[in-house]
């Protein structure tokens, strides 16, 4: 078994992922800052380093590219509970093996240990990857779906694979479009959206192919396509799924052929585009339906980025909430708070508009009670319908998240059953080793419930 350098700044998770990766056979060399990190790696050689990536004043980007520089075939599996599109990026240029959002269940760590001691013992070694600045996204979030969502797109923004984008209304796929885009090497190069449902099936050809001057009634000029507009760059198809079945025709010809001809004309155009194309619908189905073609279907999904829900991603709704606070009350020159228990609402919600829904009602609330603070009664009927929200002992001006209810939970079943783990994993309605797992993950004191007597 090779020695590991594991990096952490937390003692409790550190003590844990010593512990456990030693049990399973690892030698570990634990270190809690970015400077010790660093000077380990300046004087030996480790063929695995796990690490955090915020640490103190340095981060874990610097112990991947400190191992990367001192050992080109070093694995690198770095670790995050703040994950986010440019930490992703950062690592995946940096050539990191692995990227895991916290929490995380220690046998996935073991899954991509081994992963890593398999391709070291294979030779197969990382290829470096250039260290571009990464542009500027809005999207917003850190759960476990999101960070997968964010490492398929590095890996496959860099190429011209074709991408299927799934999702229901208002998830963002737009935004993943942009993204691929604006890390591609396609990026000075236009990116050209298409809403196939929202172009009039006469004129929808036209639209696509572009015509020449007296094609039809009222074309006086040529005038180029969208297709043909995106050459060299990025072709995005909003909601593919409703175009016409005709057009479903042309448009294979075009990914087959690279090429299109404008109506009226007796020339192809050669087009070099990449072509990203969305749906909220099911085109599985579709296809059953006879109503999409299935040679299109195929050609569209090369790469299937499927969006969760928002209620999917429940983790990531405080963080959103606050950024549409933030990001809309200067334009409206106004505020509001929301006080815990309305927040608590808001994060029960389905919210089935997803993120579109969230921002409008954000938009809502701002204009209607500028300057207060929004109570449960001042929230949309559907939102209040969704049940009522828990009982917060701590209020404040900002809500809790996800992590603070979990903690607030198993410190009462720990208080209620005096520091007994058995009992409190009973109560809580989950596994012994699962409760002490989070019991070290969140950080909780578990000898000091031994001796406190339980709450009335």
């Not at 409703?242 to 075009?254: A, D, S, V, Y």
């Not at 596994?431 to 000091?448: H, M, N, Q, V």
């Amino acid at each position: 078994m090779p020695s590991l350098l594991l990096v952490e700044d937390d003692p409790s998770v550190r003590s844990t992922l010593t512990t456990f990766l030693e049990l399973e056979g690892y030698g570990v060399e634990a270190v809690s800052s970015t400077s010790e990190a660093l000077e380990r790696l300046s004087s030996a050689s480790y063929p695995i380093v796990i690490s955090d990536i915020y640490i103190d004043e340095r981060t874990g980007i610097d112990v991947l590219n400190a191992a990367r520089s001192a050992d080109p075939s070093c694995a690198v599996i770095l670790m995050s509970a703040r994950g986010s599109m440019e930490t992703v990026m950062a690592a995946t240029r940096g050539g990191a093996f692995e990227y895991l959002a916290k929490p995380f269940e220690l046998d996935s760590l073991l899954e991509v240990v081994k992963r890593a001691e398999s391709a070291l013992s294979a030779d197969e070694e990382d290829e470096d990857v250039e260290t571009e600045e990464p542009l500027e996204t809005e999207m917003i979030g850190s759960s476990s779906k999101l960070v997968e969502i964010y490492k398929m797109i590095s890996r496959v923004a860099p190429t011209d694979a074709l991408v299927l984008i799934e999702g229901e209304t208002g998830t963002g796929k737009e935004l993943i479009a942009h993204m691929l885009h604006a890390n591609s090497l396609r990026a000075q190069a236009p990116f050209i959206p298409v809403d196939c449902g929202a172009i009039p099936e006469g004129i929808i050809e036209s639209e696509l192919f572009g015509h020449v001057k007296g094609a039809f009634t009222g074309a006086a000029t040529d005038a180029p396509g969208l297709i043909a507009q995106s050459h060299g760059g990025t072709l995005f198809l909003d909601e593919v799924g409703e175009l016409p079945l005709n057009m479903q025709t042309r448009l294979l010809r075009f990914l087959q052929q690279k090429e299109v001809r404008p109506v009226g004309g007796t020339k192809p155009l050669a087009v070099d585009a990449r072509v990203i194309a969305a749906t909220n619908r099911d085109l599985r189905e579709m296809v059953k339906a006879k109503t999409f073609r299935e040679d299109l279907f195929y050609r569209l999904n090369v790469v299937n980025l499927k969006l969760p829900p928002l209620r999917e991603r429940r983790d990531d709704i405080p963080a959103l909430l606050r950024h549409f606070l933030d990001k809309h009350s200067p334009r409206l020159k106004t505020k509001v708070t929301v006080s815990p228990e309305a927040f608590s609402l808001l994060t029960r919600y389905r919210w089935p508009g997803n993120i579109r829904e969230m921002e409008n009602l954000v938009l809502q609330l701002l204009s209607l009670y500028p300057g207060e603070t929004v109570r449960p009664e001042m929230l949309p009927g559907q939102v209040v319908e969704e049940g009522p929200a828990p009982v917060i002992s701590e209020p404040g001006e900002l809500p809790l998240s996800l992590r603070e209810y979990e903690v607030m939970a198993v410190r009462r079943a720990l208080s209620r059953c005096k520091g007994d783990v058995i009992a409190a994993s009973r109560l809580l309605e989950v596994g012994k080793s699962t409760l002490y797992r989070r019991i070290g993950e969140l950080k909780i004191d578990l000898e000091a419930f031994k001796e406190r007597q339980p709450e009335a």
